[in-house]
């Protein structure tokens, strides 16, 4: 099984029955035929030594053993199929359990790009009577019982419709259904389990592909801090000497909690520099205030361990969008550019400067109405990797100047150009390299005109020289993109 994918126990009562009636009639099925063939065999034995056996007789004695066999393969068909209990929730879809598929054509593996619709039944007051509808682009329907699930379970399956289907697909009550869900006393929903709260996709399905194995012990699930205020849920992931949790706050909120830890064999002059930084980035961090940036609520350190609180946030990756839609028009690329362009000379305003150093597709997320939201940092990782050798960061979206430790405005643009790219191919751009969209077209991606694969090219250009020389230069190329080439691209998209 993939790292990205897991798997629900699913107890359908319907398949409970079906599975039930198997074993009772197992006797009838099972055993009888396998009795019936023996004496069959036993007796036609005997009777051809002491008789000969006419055709129309060796026929009949071989149509029952036939039938026999048939029976005994079809009840232990039946019974296995009806013994599995488990729903694969994977990033290309969900598959079923054989009952459930009965109304979907038997189909078991439905991609989450073939659901139109997803509708709750039932009241939310009364969680074990609720059922999931699936409507299918094929005219099927799928059912799902959420009786048939545990808590965390049907929280998970939840989180991930939220991530990879578009929400105007899903019925509104999913959202209070995953509240209640996590205000729920655990033993109301599920009697002699501990309720472990499940984790948002986002943050685990893309985070976890960035980060490698860590040298340092991070925190268990259940740790607490800040005098018992933050309880760790989950670890969301880690590398080098640093971490990312699923928190909740007092109890109610969930938060993400960002932690960075100094090597303890690091001589004294880095330690000092490292905690600098620490504080450094959380004071300009914790000034940040921008509708579309991830808000960062409080800096603080406990056991030599630093500590930003950030504010968590559901939806679709950049990345996810483009893994199940495919890419991007040229269009919505431009806007999606131009509001990063608009956050980056928020960041690039401050004094000093925040550089980002950390922009890819994972970190941006977006919504039903098309706006994006930068939700991570990476400067003090990039300091620590620095330091003990690991590198944060995607390297496809990594400037080469920033590889050598001297990142600044314009590696940020870099990130733009490379993120540019993917949206534009849905292809990941070769590290180190001038990225070209219209290069992908090759492939039979998209349609890129010859005014956005130029400003692509000179966002990614190895030297800095070659590229935007600021945010606010990007913009108005952005601008001069549109006005140069947007009636034509215009009216090819309403073609």
């Not at 009888?32 to 056996?53: R, T």
């Not at 939310?124 to 019982?145: A, N, Q, R, Y």
């Not at 409080?298 to 483009?322: I, P």
């Not at 550019?337 to 004094?351: D, G, M, R």
Request: aromatic share 8%; net charge negative; charged share 20%.
């Amino acid at each position: 099984m993939s790292a990205q994918e897991k798997i629900i126990v699913y107890h359908s009562n319907p398949a409970k029955i079906a599975l039930a009636i198997c074993h009772l009639t197992m006797p009838a099925w099972a055993i009888a035929p396998v009795v019936w063939c023996i004496i069959f065999v036993l007796l036609g034995a005997v009777l051809l030594v002491i008789k000969h056996l006419t055709l129309e007789e060796l026929t009949v004695g071989a149509y029952l053993a036939l039938f026999e066999a048939l029976l005994f393969t079809l009840g232990t068909v039946a019974t296995g199929l009806l013994q599995e209990n488990k729903i694969i929730v994977s990033p290309d879809g969900l598959f079923i359990p054989i009952f459930p598929s009965v109304s979907n054509h038997f189909e078991r593996f439905i991609e989450w790009r073939e659901i139109e619709r997803v509708i709750l039944q039932g009241e939310i007051s009364t969680i074990d009577k609720m059922k999931i509808k699936l409507l299918t682009s094929g005219g099927g329907t799928v059912t799902l019982g959420l009786n048939g699930m545990s808590a965390n379970d049907i929280e998970y399956l939840l989180v991930s419709m939220t991530n990879w289907l578009p929400s105007s697909i899903l019925d509104p009550q999913i959202h209070d259904l995953k509240e209640a869900l996590w205000n729920a006393d655990s033993q109301a929903l599920e009697p002699g389990q501990n309720k472990a709260i499940s984790f948002t996709q986002m943050w685990e399905d893309e985070l976890t592909s960035r980060y490698s194995a860590t040298a340092y012990i991070p925190l268990n699930p259940g740790q607490r801090l800040q005098n018992n205020n933050l309880k760790v849920v989950r670890q969301l992931a880690l590398g080098g000497w640093s971490a990312i949790y699923l928190v909740q706050e007092a109890n109610t909120k969930l938060k993400v909690l960002k932690e960075s830890v100094i090597p303890p064999g690091t001589n004294e002059t880095l330690k000092e520099k490292a905690q600098s930084m620490f504080l450094r980035e959380a004071q300009l961090l914790l000034k940040l205030n921008h509708p579309q940036i991830v808000r960062v609520y409080e800096h603080f350190v406990e056991d030599n361990r630093h500590y930003l609180l950030l504010d968590y946030l559901s939806g679709q990756t950049v990345k996810q969008a483009v893994r199940l839609q495919g890419p991007y028009h040229q269009l919505d690329v431009i806007d999606y550019a131009k509001q990063l362009a608009e956050i980056l000379i928020y960041l690039h305003s401050q004094t000093p400067a925040v550089l980002h150093r950390d922009l890819t597709p994972d970190n941006l997320i977006i919504n039903s109405e098309g706006r994006l939201t930068l939700i991570d940092f990476g400067a003090a990782n990039e300091m620590l990797g620095t330091a003990t050798g690991t590198m944060v960061g995607k390297q496809s979206y990594i400037a080469p100047e920033q590889f050598q430790g001297h990142a600044t405005e314009q590696s940020d643009l870099y990130a733009v150009g490379a993120t540019m790219y993917f949206m534009l191919s849905g292809q990941e751009a070769v590290p180190m390299t001038q990225a070209s969209p219209r290069q992908a077209e090759k492939n039979g991606i998209g349609t890129v005109s010859l005014a956005l694969n130029k400003l692509v090219e000179d966002l990614t250009a190895q030297d800095p020289a070659g590229r935007p020389a600021s945010a606010h230069e990007l913009k108005a190329r952005l601008l001069a993109v549109l006005n140069e080439s947007g009636k034509g691209i215009k009216e090819e998209s309403h073609l």
